[in-house]
């Protein structure tokens, strides 16, 4: 019954070509992992940095989970969309990384991938926006069918995290 | 290709000979097809490719079957209909996987076939087509190219038979085919596998077919006749069982699956059915008849009779031909022949039914055939073929004939034909050839192997029919002792109209069954019922193991239409090929099952014993099915049991496992082995470290997951504990008693439990519908931004601009200075209540309770601030949080009531004495939801008053300031100033967020919302509610709750002239309606109203809801009525009704019914903001928005804004309401039950409220009020009618406060609250009784109006001690008094005990008495106490007093000595004070001794004492200081008198005889009571009990004296309460001194007599004394009876002669010379009289006071100490000054007197064991004695009666 803290922020966004971003967050866990309190998943502001090429959300996370296993070690998915001057949401990448394993405040940088899409579709994207986006959340982080998918750099999420865990040591595990 | 499957074929013969009976060409592709149709379900998907394959091969290996001749029949098909499809299945199936492999998996099969190989397997087939095809290939190559190599040398050449020949000469090969079966065992015999008859063959050990074959060939050829042993009956080599073992064969513990019977059904198959095809038809029957044929052969009639047969003929014929021989003589011979005859007959029929039965199975077989011909299609897998059997010689040649089939069918029949007509007649007995009797038989074997024509072939007929059978469905139903106990799965009907369920159901039975009951259900569309079927109850004996399956047969007539080629049911049908027959079919068929008991673990049958058997047994019997396990492990999961089945590899045919396999193969068949969830992380498991549940039962996760989701109150903001050890379990109690609470409804009244309901859910639909409302309105911007605005109009935005050229804001703004606001004060009340009040405010909130000062008057101002302090559920004190609080805020009026502890004659200043009682006046409560909304609540608001106050009148004089106020009576109106508010004040936002639109007229409802707002923007203060969400979610329009609907009909009965009335009860009927407790939520805009029905059914409502309805009523009456809504001072949010009657607006609250003008001043509305009917909705927009302000013209839009403008079309939505209300009735019983409920909880609260006080309840005045409530529910008038002349006569002897309290239904809880704010409860006073009384009045849908009425009462207490408070119930105004104070000398205090109410005067002194101060015996004086209780005893004597004063001053003495030290002096002092005390406390005024009087008296000169009035004043009043004024004190002399009344009775015996005078008992049974009282008086000891005590205890000393029986009857016990136990110890004492006194007085008498010289006599009286010692004694006895021994009376009766006047002799007193006189007199009558015992009592009637004093002689005259006063009067002056020395000589006579009584009570054991021997005296002594005393009882108390006078005087004397 080992007892795994959250605690962190996603700070910001670098290298996207995008302006205004926002972005979802969601973190996965697998089966063993029972979350005690907080949210599994949300959204962040839209910023519009003015200075500079980081959009900063400095969103809150805040997760208790108790495990019975360390299979299914919790992983952050990450959705970084771009809000334009009308007011329409494209993506900008994909990105997931997984929780620390050990306790202690973790900098997280994490690289993001968008679907390239046909190059009819690039072109329509480069134009009028939107373009391919993946049916399925769940293959951000699972990557069984990844190998299909062409695509292209987003920028880099920014994330600052601190665990804390606990119990872990009653059944053998080092950390 | 193409050569080797012919050698197949023909390899194929040899290893198997076996034959196809019928369409040998296509035989083997119908088996494999028929095979491939089963399998097809299941593993089509491999079949499909290797099908192909297959068929190919085996086509060849048809074709060299062709040309091959039939020979044998096998054996091995006959149970083929027994071995289950499954088996065949799984072997197909092996076969198919193992068809493409290498040639030694095919010998495995093979092998396997030949292990077990008596089953029909395609299996062993195609690997004996394998291997034969293998082996043939060898030869070939061999023979073909060998030949060709070598063919070139023909000189050489030996034939090979030849050779072989000679080689078989010398070497004998024994050949490796296989041997027949019929050369193995002896001739004529059938080979018999006992494993196909059910028994259990142990698997043989592995061995190759050729050596086995070997091996069999060797052994035959070698001895024939031996060889043969070796094989068994199967034909098989003997052999052991295989050696090997299975280590993990080990069995499964079958312990879980013991349960009563089991029962298996295994399927059914139906013989009928409606979808039967002609062809099915005829099939059912063949079956049928083949059946009943084998069943026919099985018996073997024919074969028995013909074995009779042949060996009659054959003796017979040995019996001729050897007649010297036989023995036989002639007669038997011919017995035999007769015999033989007559067998012959029997077997010719026998025959004959055989041949008829063949000839139709035959017949049938041929209509059959030739209907599939007709019909294109084979619908069956029947087949039937032929097995000829000749029963004589064996050989081989003809080794059995098989006819098959179409070719061979007729001949059999032919020969029968022929041979049936051979004639048999007895007589050509001898030249019949046995050969030729022998029949021939012919036995039809039926096969399922026809090929089913598919699908796609059949006609479309057939094809629907199939697709019909496949939807038919069934299922069997259990029944036990017709109850359902389990049912079967759903199974579908097959295509030979079976149905197999395969399942086991346990029935765990506690009794014998009764019927066991199952019912097959057919499920085609619906589900119907075919038939019901009674199983037979298993016998005792059948259990667990028993394997075989039981058959009934069952039928239902149910008709059913023939369709699509079916047959139908019972309905007649022609037959195809038979033309003129018509058959008519039921639905038919056979229920297969096993019934059976099951074993229990230990191997014992879990049968039931039968029911009388049970009786004895039951209680053994429990125990055992206590253990019972409920179900069997194994049905539940199959998907262990396979594995488990796998891992162990049971044996399949070990009938231990036999139900176990077929459960498998069950469940294999079905295909349950995919598995139900599919999982991605199947390893999870193992890596775990903790296990789910010990996940779940962590304390900390629940309470960290609980608070996650907001369901724990408590623990919201608290730090959550680290481990679990630190967490309480009482967190989880709390939130699962939380989460119960919905669900528990238990121990309620019905109508409660309603209430509960409708609150649950109305609370849920809530819930519900602001879910999805909640869900609708999205989360806005301005919900999360705080300055965001939106922008609606141009003027907005210019503003903003403007703002840019606007100088710059300041950057440290100003703070505005809010308004200070005292926190809650009650101020100025305009209280009118009553002018002697002392009225005062209590304000009570969240339970706790805060009070002002008392102010007195009826016109009291308090003018206080009163803070109350309250906490916030978790602390948080933001509006949301505080806004959930439902408390109200109660103001409760009281008056308080002082009440003396005691008399009032105590002085006024003493208050402390006093109790304080509240009284409650009334009450105003409100909603702290009202105070939080308004921030403020001031002004003048009206008391709830309750209707009538019990012991308080309306002031007439009072002038209410304004007459014309109300329509109510003005005068009973009481009204508060209140000013209350919250601090710091809490800011109220309202918002309401923006909706979207979703509903019926969106056209109206946006222009209703484009209102609102405008509204909003106008006034945003003032509501309007435009639209609101129904009951199903739905925004709607608020006018469509408007409709007229009618009221109950039983309200409109009631005031049928009088329509105001009627309104009036309306709004009454509205008000009784249970609110629901409203909380203020912040999404206020979302109001959602039920429907007045749903209000009226569910019995619950809001205030919106509550004016809708009543509106409603209204207009049912034709009566403008519109809803307001608006706000109220004290509610808060209210919706009232406005009624326009002619010129003026009637303003109904229908929360209290009340109606009020707009005028009118007292009006709680505050403001109205908005009106609706059902056309449209005003909103209010006069700038002054109070109602008396208000114009309620709504037709004038300068006032009022309209929604709808007049002239707008629409079309009117339907009301929302329903046509009509139906009304149900209230249950009576119900309401009783309620009634009842709610007094018992009430009561109890009260007592639970009062943990320190007793609690009594006054029955006749709860009576009185129970008579008094109903008629207050239909009052109009004044309630003073009211008051009737039973309370009128209560409040004579009580001051009664009460008031009834009435509130609408909603819990028990609620009026409980209800009593508790009224306070009645917290009554001081000790005397306080209570009464209660309940009353529910019903009206329709159980909407119920509770009255309550409460009243405490205080008793006047009897000793004039009176309750101040009395006098207040004079009312200023009117003069009228309920009750008159007693005034101190109106009434006489004596003589209580014979009034009414002696009873509870008794008891008001026994209560007194328990409250005594304690009397401790320290004081050094005691020595004195006896001379000052003297000297009280002889100065009330001298005044006359009555004995309780004189009790009191003694007490009153003992007190003030217990307390103080006091010199003798002065005790003397504090002697007569206390007198004086008492005597002015229990006298007469006039009684009171004066102080000359005092002073006059002789003996206090001799104190030399001088009374003075200031020392006499100082002293009572430091005595009345000490005391706390509290005389009341009540002693023994104040129950003694009250006890006497019961003392004597009629019924009582004396000696045990009636008694002669009973006034005279009466008399002296007072005497002896005052002296026994006298006793008590003068020892101390007698303080430590209680007054009452010693009262009780000189009543029954005095009866034991008197001789009176029983000594302590029961009527006294009842009266004093004291049971004999309790007196004993006080009467021993009594008793005790009692008998000093006689001793005393015999001692003066014994001077007296040794003065006239009459020892002897004294010395006779002696044995006397002891009786009185004994008593004590005689007390502990049961029998009550005093019995003086007689046998000494005699001498006592001398006694008393020459006592008397010896005790007189010593009175100086001049009245000695009268009682000398009257002794005389006495003497001469008392001589004459045999009773004893006045000798105790005169001497003690002296020496009382003479044994104190004897050595000073002047005392005797004190005994004149009762009643008459001339005794002592007429001595003023004799008693001595006591001095030391007398003390001093009166202590040294004490001492002597002890050392007397040590000395007399030695010689009272010694007596007393002699009276016990005399006791053992034989049975006629004591008869003399009785008659004895007989004899003494005829004039038992003439003498006594003379003693007593004696002292009296002549007054008494005149009695006689």
Known sequence: MAEVHVIGQILGATGFSESSLFCKWGIHTGAAWKLLSGVREGQTQVDTPQIGDMAYWSHPIDLHFATKGLQGWPRLHLQVWSQDSFGRCQLAGYGFCHVPSSPGTHQLDCPTWRPLGSWREQLARAFVGGGPQLLHADTIYSGADRYRLHTAAGGTVHLAIGLLLRHFDRYGVEC | MTTIPLRIGLKVCAFHSFEMSEAAYSSTEEIMDRHLFKDAEENRNITETLRGKVREKLKNAKISQGDKSSSQLLAETKSHQWSKTEVLLDEGLSFFILSGEEDSAVSRSAQQKSVSDSYFKPSAFGGSLQTAAEGQDEDFVEEVILMDLFEVKAAEYEDDQEQMKRQEAIVFVPSSSPVANQRKLPKGMMPRILEDEGFYIKKKPATYKKIRNKMENRLLSLQEASGKCWFE?????????????????????????????????????????????????????LLQLCESFQDRQKQGLSQLLYEKLKALTETTKLARNKPEISQFTRESLEDYYWQISDTKRLYHEEREKDHSLLHRVLQTWKQMKSLRQKQGFTSTPVKLQFHKIKMNTWDEQNQAGMLSGEENEETPFQNEDTWVGLPYIASDLEGMDMERIKPMTLVPQLSFTAELTNVSKCSLSEQKRRAKIQKLKYFIKIFYNDKQVSCTSVSPLQFDFKVMFQQIFNVQLLYWPETICLEVYEISKRTSLLVKLYLPLPNKTELKDKTDLEYT????????????????????????????????????????????????????????????????????????????????????????????????RIDPNDPEYSDITELIMYLRHKGQEIPKYFRLEQLQDEFNFVSEEEMKRSKRFQLLQLRNAGQLDLFLLQQMPLYDKEIPDIVFQEYESQAQKD??????????????????????????????????????????????????????????????IEPRRKLKPQRKERRKVTAQTVSDGDIKILDTVHPFIEVSFQHTVYQTNTASGSHPCWNEEIKVDFISPGHDYGFSTLSKIKDNIHINVFDEVVIEKHEDHCLKS?????????????????????????????????????PILLGYTWSNTYVPPREDCSGQNPKECTFLNIFATIEPQISYITFNPKLDEFSDQIDVLQRAQIFTRNCKAMFPNRRVVTTVFNGEG???????????????????????????????????????????????????????WMTSECCISLAIGNKEEHAILLCNFFLYFGKKA????????????????????????????????????????????????????????????????????????????????????????????????PEEIVYCDTNKGMVEDLKSRMERALKCKMMEWRPKHPTRWNRQCTSVLRQILPKLEFYTGSFASFEDSELERLLQFYWVTGFPIQMPYTDVQSVID????????????????????????????????????????????????????????????????????????????????????AADIHQALRYKELKLPSYKGQSPQLSLRRYFADLIAIVSNRFTLCPSARHLAVYLLDLFMDRYDISIQQLHLVALSCLLLASKFEEKEDSVPKLEQLNSLGCMTNMNLVLTKQNLLHMELLLLETFQWNLCLPTAAHFIEYYLSEAVHETDLHDGWPMVCLEKTKLYMAKYAD?????????????????????????????????????WPTRLHRLTAYSWDFLVQCIERLLVAHDNDVKEANKQRGQSASQSAQLGVFQTAQPSRPVHFQQPQYLHQTSMQYRHPVSEQPSRQQLVATTHPSSYTLQTCPTGFQTGVQGLGHMQTGVGMSLAIPVEVKPCLSVSYNRSYQINEHFPCITPCFERPPIVSSHPCCIPPPTRKNKASKQASNQKQEQKERKERKKERKEEKERKKEKERPFKTKQNHTRKSKSSASLPFLPLHHLFIHPDGIGAFAHL
Request: proline letters at 5%; charged letters at 20%.
């Open chain 2, 910 to 946: 003493c208050s402390t004495h006093a109790y304080i009682q509240k009284n409650w006046l009334g009450s105003i409560s409100f909603p702290f939801s009202a105070l939080l909304q308004q921030s403020e609540i001031s002004g003048t608001f009206q008391v709830n008053i309750p």
């Open chain 2, 553 to 648: 047969e069952f039928s239902s007539d149910k008709l059913a239409r023939p369709m699509d080629g079916g047959v139908g049911s019972n309905v007649p049908f022609n037959l195809e090929g038979s033309e003129n027959e018509k058959v008519c079919l039921l639905t038919s068929g056979k229920l297969s099952y096993s019934l059976s008991w099951a074993l229990d673990e230990n191997g014992i049958p879990l049968t039931p014993v039968s029911q009388s058997f049970r009786s004895a047994y039951c209680s053994v019997l429990r125990n055992v099915d206590a253990r019972g396990v409920p179900g069997l492990p194994w049905p539940m999961n199959s998907q262990k049991l396979c594995d488990w089945a796998d891992d162990i």
């Open chain 2, 1122 to 1217: 519109l809803v307001l809504l608006g706000t109220s001072v004290l509610e808060g949010h209210v919706a009232y009704v406005l009624t326009q009657e002619t010129g003026e607006s009637l303003l109904w609250n229908p929360s209290t019914g009340q109606c009020y003008k707009q005028f009118d001043p007292f009006c709680p509305l505050q403001s109205v903001d908005c009106l609706f009917n059902d056309r449209n909705v005003w909103f209010n927009i006069q700038q002054n928005n109070t109602p008396m302000a208000v114009h309620f013209d709504y037709s004038k839009e300068s006032f009022w804004k309209q929604l709808l403008p007049k002239d707008f079309q629409w079309t009117k939505a339907q009301s929302v309401q």
């Open chain 2, 1314 to 1397: 209800a009593v508790y704010q009224t306070g009645v409860h917290s009554s001081e006073f000790p005397q306080t009784e209570f009464a209660l009384a309940v009353y529910i009045h019903p009206y329709p849908n159980n909407i119920l109006s509770v009255w309550v009425y409460l009243a405490s009462l205080a008793r006047y207490q009897w000793n004039r001690s009176r309750i101040r408070q009395a006098k207040r119930l004079r009312t200023v105004g009117t003069g009228k008094a309920y009750l008159e104070g007693r005034g101190p000398g109106e009434q006489q205090p004596l003589a209580w005990w014979r009034g009414q109410l």
């Open chain 2, 233 to 285: 009956e199967s034909g098989e080599i003997m052999s052991l069982p295989s050696p090997i073992r299975q280590s993990w064969n080990f069995r499964i513990s079958m312990s879980k699956e013991s349960l009563n019977p089991a029962l298996k059904t295994i399927h059914r198959k139906f013989s009928h059915h409606p979808l039967f095809n002609q062809e099915q038809v005829l099939c059912a029957r």
């Open chain 2, 1571 to 1607: 002296y026994f009282l006298e006793v008590s008086l003068q020892d101390y000891a007698f303080l430590n009990y209680a007054p009452s005590l010693v009262a009780a205890a000189c009543v029954a000393s005095s009866r034991i004296i008197l001789r009176l029986s029983p000594t």
């Open chain 2, 1034 to 1088: 739905m925004q709607v329009f608020v006018t469509r709750f408007i409709k007229a609907l009618n009221p109950p009909q039983q309200l409109l009965d009631i005031f049928l002239h009088d329509s105001n009335a009627t309104l009036d009860l309306i709004a009454r009927f509205v008000s009784l309606i249970p609110f629901t407790t409203e909380t203020l939520d912040e999404n206020d805009g979302f109001d959602i």
């Open chain 2, 743 to 804: 669900m528990s409804i238990s121990d309620v009244n019905s109508i409660t439990a309603q209430r509960i309901n409708s609150v649950n859910f109305l609370r849920k639909v809530r819930s519900l519908i602001m879910k999805r409302i909640i869900k609708v309105s999205k989360f806005n911007l301005s919900d999360i931004v705080a300055d965001y605005e939106e922008i609606v109009s141009t003027s907005q935005l210019t503003d903003v601009i403007c703002k840019f």
